[in-house]
């Protein structure tokens, strides 16, 4: 008897042992977002900050607070932090490595008298940060066309991480969930295999009579040929005498994919903080609990984002913090539901 299984049961067998389908698939920050529910939530979260207004307040004697129009690192943070992006890509860039590698690096080009001119962006793969014995940091960075790392203080870096072990470097979220991510990737590495077979099973090709190891090869080679894939589905097989055809019923219900996909959905978003709604999943959600959703994805998800942000651009940035400040504007978010807004409106 000749088994020929397409790869689409052979991945799902890999299935069967979590550990085996997380070790089977290389899971990087980069390879990380061919996940479709890491990139949506990479997404959601990095547009969200990005599209958020960014600007440095000065305070003012009465307790107020008035936007610093004047002063350059108001134009830099809020409109155009380099020759080459505008505000919204550069957040944007930084906040997906943020959630890719767990930091993110600029070079701060000073000016006169130390303040910054321009705010270029680092490859966090590239970055190596030591603590000296001062308690000083210093950052190795290697550019792409080298391989002798450029040392840098810490007054030539802006540097937002994420949570840390040692204070100095941060965790990096994607292999921290490489887990949850394989298993993602595999139920759908399965479906793309599963249906780019033409949403056929796998076939066992039997023999009545003993087969030579080159005839078996060449049987399957022609069967492979003649019906895998979409566009050859269906057709009328032609066998020799002696070979018949039997086909592997997998339902993919029974199997749990359909559920199997769903939960890795939920559970990528959960690792993310992200309503699942917001990634397409509304299976578990209604109108007026997408309302509240949404601000608490504003409350638990985008203000700790924020404020690394703010307290970062304070301590790296801003010369005379007792003078001004930086800080996002979420008010636009925080209107609440349409109650809410009706009652204040009132």
């Not at 087969?211 to 589905?233: C, N, V, Y």
């Not at 930086?326 to 539901?337: Q, S, T």
């Given at each position: 008897m000749i088994e020929l299984r397409s790869s689409a049961i052979r991945a799902f067998e890999e299935l069967s042992e979590s550990r085996r389908t997380a070790a089977g698939i290389t899971i990087s920050p980069e390879t990380s977002l061919q996940c479709s529910a890491v990139l949506a939530c990479v997404r959601v979260i990095s547009e969200s900050v990005a599209a958020l207004p960014l600007n440095l307040y000065r305070r003012i004697e009465s307790g107020g607070k008035t936007i610093a129009a004047g002063?350059?690192?108001?134009t830099i943070l809020s409109d155009t932090p380099n020759g080459w992006m505008t505000g919204f890509e550069f957040r944007e860039l930084m906040q997906s490595w943020l959630l890719l590698w767990g930091n993110a690096y600029a070079e701060i080009r000073p000016g006169q008298y130390g303040s910054v001119t321009e705010l270029w962006p680092m490859h966090p793969s590239r970055m190596k940060v030591?603590?000296?014995?001062?308690?000083?940091?210093r950052y190795l960075y290697t550019e792409p066309n080298s391989t002798t790392p450029t040392p840098y203080a810490q007054d030539q870096i802006f540097h937002i991480r994420w949570l840390t072990q040692d204070g100095v470097t941060g965790y990096v979220p994607t292999n921290l969930s490489k887990d949850a991510i394989a298993l993602a990737r595999a139920t759908e590495l399965h479906s793309g295999a599963y249906f780019g077979n033409g949403a056929r099973p796998g076939i066992i090709l039997e023999s009545d009579q003993p087969l030579k190891p080159e005839t078996a090869q060449r049987l399957r080679q022609t069967w492979e040929e003649m019906h895998r894939g979409p566009d050859r589905s269906s057709r009328t097989a032609v066998l020799p005498h002696g070979i018949h055809a039997k086909e592997i019923s997998v339902n993919n219900d029974a199997a749990q994919l359909i559920e199997t996909r769903r939960y890795q959905v939920e559970e990528i978003a959960r690792s993310f903080r992200v309503p699942a709604y917001m990634i397409g999943d509304l299976t578990k959600s209604s109108y007026s609990s997408v309302e509240q959703q949404g601000l608490d994805f504003v409350t638990f998800s985008l203000v700790p984002w924020l404020r690394r942000w703010e307290a970062c651009i304070r301590r790296d940035l801003i010369l005379d913090d007792e003078t001004y400040f930086a800080?996002?504007?979420?008010?636009?978010?925080?209107?609440?539901?349409?109650?809410?807004r009706a009652a204040y409106y009132k």
């Amino acid at each position: 008897m000749i088994e020929l299984r397409s790869s689409a049961i052979r991945a799902f067998e890999e299935l069967s042992e979590s550990r085996r389908t997380a070790a089977g698939i290389t899971i990087s920050p980069e390879t990380s977002l061919q996940c479709s529910a890491v990139l949506a939530c990479v997404r959601v979260i990095s547009e969200s900050v990005a599209a958020l207004p960014l600007n440095l307040y000065r305070r003012i004697e009465s307790g107020g607070k008035t936007i610093a129009a004047g002063v350059p690192l108001h134009t830099i943070l809020s409109d155009t932090p380099n020759g080459w992006m505008t505000g919204f890509e550069f957040r944007e860039l930084m906040q997906s490595w943020l959630l890719l590698w767990g930091n993110a690096y600029a070079e701060i080009r000073p000016g006169q008298y130390g303040s910054v001119t321009e705010l270029w962006p680092m490859h966090p793969s590239r970055m190596k940060v030591e603590r000296l014995k001062n308690g000083r940091l210093r950052y190795l960075y290697t550019e792409p066309n080298s391989t002798t790392p450029t040392p840098y203080a810490q007054d030539q870096i802006f540097h937002i991480r994420w949570l840390t072990q040692d204070g100095v470097t941060g965790y990096v979220p994607t292999n921290l969930s490489k887990d949850a991510i394989a298993l993602a990737r595999a139920t759908e590495l399965h479906s793309g295999a599963y249906f780019g077979n033409g949403a056929r099973p796998g076939i066992i090709l039997e023999s009545d009579q003993p087969l030579k190891p080159e005839t078996a090869q060449r049987l399957r080679q022609t069967w492979e040929e003649m019906h895998r894939g979409p566009d050859r589905s269906s057709r009328t097989a032609v066998l020799p005498h002696g070979i018949h055809a039997k086909e592997i019923s997998v339902n993919n219900d029974a199997a749990q994919l359909i559920e199997t996909r769903r939960y890795q959905v939920e559970e990528i978003a959960r690792s993310f903080r992200v309503p699942a709604y917001m990634i397409g999943d509304l299976t578990k959600s209604s109108y007026s609990s997408v309302e509240q959703q949404g601000l608490d994805f504003v409350t638990f998800s985008l203000v700790p984002w924020l404020r690394r942000w703010e307290a970062c651009i304070r301590r790296d940035l801003i010369l005379d913090d007792e003078t001004y400040f930086a800080e996002f504007d979420v008010r636009g978010l925080m209107r609440g539901d349409n109650a809410g807004r009706a009652a204040y409106y009132k």
